[in-house]
């Protein structure tokens, strides 16, 4: 079992994303119990990235809350589950930069492609358009475990 909780940044997707290719040898199926209440939309994508690439099967089970583009690293997942307490935010980061004009319209291009990869992960495991998603993105869609599971982000409550 691999836990990530917290502040989902890089620097846990990076030791997350170790372990996974640590643990993937054995061929049995990886727990991976996801508890972030903050994350980074860059380092929740290259985390569902490695979740992607793991030889191994990989079980998520959320607990507590999971908010914003964590949610990408549960789409990854083969299978999802959520604790029946569990309380799912879809949301996205705030977003800022620095530097010329130039450099703003860059980080600005990143950030839309970035956002539409991340409608995309939900779109795909759940029976909702992108468009939808993009809505409840945007209007920051508070979800119970029941509610998460009608949505289609997770196939069971324990």
């Known amino acids: 079992i691999v836990t990530v909780s917290g502040r989902l940044d890089d620097a846990m997707a990076n030791h997350v994303a170790g372990q996974l290719i640590l643990l993937a040898d054995s061929q049995a199926p990886i727990g991976l119990h996801l508890s972030c209440n903050e994350s980074e939309l ?3 994508l290259a985390l569902a990235d490695a979740v ?3 030889s191994a099967p ?3 089970m959320v607990r507590g809350t999971l908010r914003g583009p964590a949610v990408a690293v ?5 299978r999802r589950a959520a604790h029946r307490n569990a309380l799912f935010v879809l949301s996205l980061p ?6 010329t004009a130039t450099e703003l319209t860059g980080l600005a291009a990143q950030h839309a492609h970035q956002v539409a990869q991340l409608r995309r ?25 029941e509610e998460a599971k009608d949505y289609g982000l997770v ?4």
């Not at 705030?94 to 530097?99: F, N, P, T, Y």
């Not at 196939?155 to 324990?158: F, H, S």
């Open 155 to 158: 196939e069971e409550v324990l």
């Open 42 to 44: 860059a380092a929740s």
């Open 58 to 60: 990989v079980h998520a």
């Open 94 to 99: 705030d977003q800022s930069g620095e530097g």
């Open 74 to 78: 549960l789409c990854a997942a083969s």
């Open 121 to 145: 992960r939900i779109a795909q495991v759940t029976p909702r358009s992108e468009d939808d998603v993009a809505s409840d993105l945007g209007s920051g869609r508070l979800l119970s475990a």
């Open 52 to 54: 992607d690439l793991a």
